[in-house]
């Protein structure tokens, strides 16, 4: 179906190489025609244009399941590493490097980073931040002067981590139902029912096996965004498995329990510096970001022992 569609050394057109780079590092045409502006159908029709100029298969698949070929795994890192170059130039040739433009996972920038935000621009308000957000398994975002997220143990020895936070994990509930229920605070987790997140939905099952606990059989409840189940829990409308910096504030401020205390899972909250990276600017955000990072108040310790009363040991650090 390919064959003899274009001559040798004729390079494809730029648009194309970058929806196939921007879907082929996203994970899919949706979150590539976000970043790029366009639409998903322009994205599809760019790619589809790409494979006829090439003459190979870059995706192969079902449509909701789309994978890599070995061609596109061969050309993805090279268009990544060329357009990263290309943004890291455009970025440099702009000058003075005030302008910072981050891309943030979703609940990280709603529940830890934007409210700590005011102290930052306090210390420089000659920077200007810009934040985008950032989809749950990127590890790259186009035009980003650094990325933050959250990210396993296994990739934590990667040169380009830079942790700033280290992660715990534990359920919380609202005090209502904590309060309303005549069992004990670990029944009274468990048979509650369970929010989901979906961009982690192993949450519980993580921390079952941290705490050496089994998961009974309840109702599930999907939400969107670990900030969704948040607040969701806060109304009561569920209890969930969430990490720490993310729920500190409501705990402390009574809008949450945490009977169950947090288990260490050796994940990290990290800053991936973008290609090409480096200003003034940047290098404040970071110390800045370390600084924060490390003044967070501990998670209150696991609480497991045996769990037959709710011990007002269990809410100490």
């Not at 050309?75 to 910072?100: H, K, M, N, S, Y």
């Not at 306090?122 to 002067?145: F, K, N, T, W």
């Not at 650094?146 to 005090?175: C, K, Y």
């Amino acid at each position: 179906m390919f064959d003899n569609l274009t001559r040798p050394g004729i390079l494809p057109s730029l648009n194309a190489l970058r929806a196939f780079e921007a879907m082929a590092r996203t994970g899919g045409a949706t979150a590539a025609a976000a970043e790029l502006c366009v639409t998903h159908s322009a994205v599809s029709r760019q790619v589809k244009a790409l494979e006829a100029a090439l003459g190979v298969r870059l995706f192969e698949g079902p449509k909701h399941r789309l994978v890599l070929t070995s061609a596109g795994r061969t050309l993805l890192p090279t268009l990544t590493i060329a357009f990263d170059g290309i943004a890291g130039g455009v970025a440099a040739a702009r000058g003075e490097g005030r302008d910072l433009h981050l891309a943030v996972h979703a609940s990280l920038s709603v529940k830890w980073l934007i409210p700590r935000l005011p102290a930052f621009s306090a210390q420089r308000p000659d920077v200007r931040l810009h934040l985008a957000e950032l989809p749950p398994h990127a590890m790259s975002h186009r035009g980003a002067d650094a990325l933050l997220r959250i990210v396993g143990p296994e990739a934590l020895d990667d040169s380009q981590m830079r942790p700033f936070m280290p992660n715990t994990i534990g359920p919380v509930i609202a005090p209502s139902l904590l309060a309303a229920s005549e069992k004990s605070p670990l029944e009274t987790v468990m048979t509650a029912p369970r929010l989901i997140t979906r961009p982690h939905p192993q949450g519980w099952r993580d921390w079952a096996d941290l705490a050496g606990v089994d998961l009974p059989r309840v109702e599930e409840r999907a939400v969107a965004h670990l900030h969704f189940a948040v607040d969701a829990a806060i109304t009561g409308w569920g209890a969930a498995v969430l990490p720490w910096p993310l729920v500190a504030a409501d705990v402390a401020g009574g809008r949450l329990a945490a009977p169950l205390g947090f288990q260490p899972d050796r994940a990290a909250f990290v800053a991936i510096r973008g290609a090409g990276a480096d200003s003034a600017a940047l290098t404040a955000f970071l110390r800045w970001l370390e600084a924060e990072g490390a003044g967070m108040p501990p998670a209150p310790s696991p609480c497991l022992e045996s769990m037959v009363r709710w011990s007002s040991e269990c809410f100490q650090p």
